[in-house]
């Protein structure tokens, strides 16, 4: 059987991605599960799981993830380049693998019928971004710390004459979309997003049109987690949209915060938190947070309550993850 027939859901988000990107299959290897992709000199895996029955739904967890750096003794440096960096992340943070000493990008998304239509969408353009990304951080960033990209090559085909035609058009697909006011002000889930973070978060504020802010419990020191989730933040590359960010109120110096990012990222990738992991932890004003956006070009009424949930659950396994973390220290 292969993820082509689109029997399950998970398999469907691996070939919308596949078909939508155009994916070149001569530097393709294919299994079951997903592909591996090669755009340019480095290898891109997009695939699925089986799926986890819960709740009366299936649950599929659909990730892409391309290859990007080799620490090769530079990890101290990239680390920190890298939280940085991900402060204008769109979907895609970065991880490492230590036994292969490779930096990674990655995403996931958590797929189930009820948000099929407009996270599909979402993480195709997850993956037309992240291979886009990671071509540009890893020529930067391995000039700028004579770092190793983490080049390799088709098995069968070897190395493309030329990287693939969306590395170039990825971003420019979400314009002039992005040129036009964020499409998520003045949309009437603010009301439905609103009720949510009574629900979940500590405190929340919201003028019902443009932005909501909560903060949700933190039990390491004084202060709270704190969400703002903004219509009038624009991406550097990709325009307006909705911005959210998720910021855990720790002074740490910025050596600290970019271990921080790598290990977060990691351990979010290596956990099943049920949260759709687009996006990246980063710095952002001096502080560790967790960054998403959203172009205009993907916009979809559902989006805005998703991305409350998804940040609620963050803060709240964030916060019990740095508890134990603080408990492990104090024995």
Known sequence: MSWREGRSLGEQYVKEAHDLLRVDDHYTVCDANGFTWW????ATRVSTDQGVFRQSQC????????????????????????????????FSGPVYDAGSDTIRLYCCVYANLEEAVWLRKAFAAAVALQVAEAYDMSRRLGQRFRAIPAASEHPTNGLRASHDPVID?????????????SRWLDDPNWERAGWIMEREARTFQTDRRSGLSASFDWGCSEGAIALEVRTDEPHKALGNGLHATLTVPMALSAAAIGHLVLDLNTYEKAEYKRCHMLGSWCEHGGKLAYRTFFPNALYHPDTLEDVCVNMATRAIWVDEWFQEKKAAAGR
């Open 169 to 181: 058009q990825a971003a420019h697909f979400f314009h002039p979309s992005g040129d036009r006011p």
């Open 39 to 42: 755009s340019a000199d480095f």
């Open 59 to 90: 649950l599929f967890r659909v990730t892409a993830e391309t290859d990007m750096l080799k620490g090769r003794g530079h990890m101290g440096e990239l680390a920190e380049a890298l939280e940085h960096e991900m402060d204008e992340c769109t």
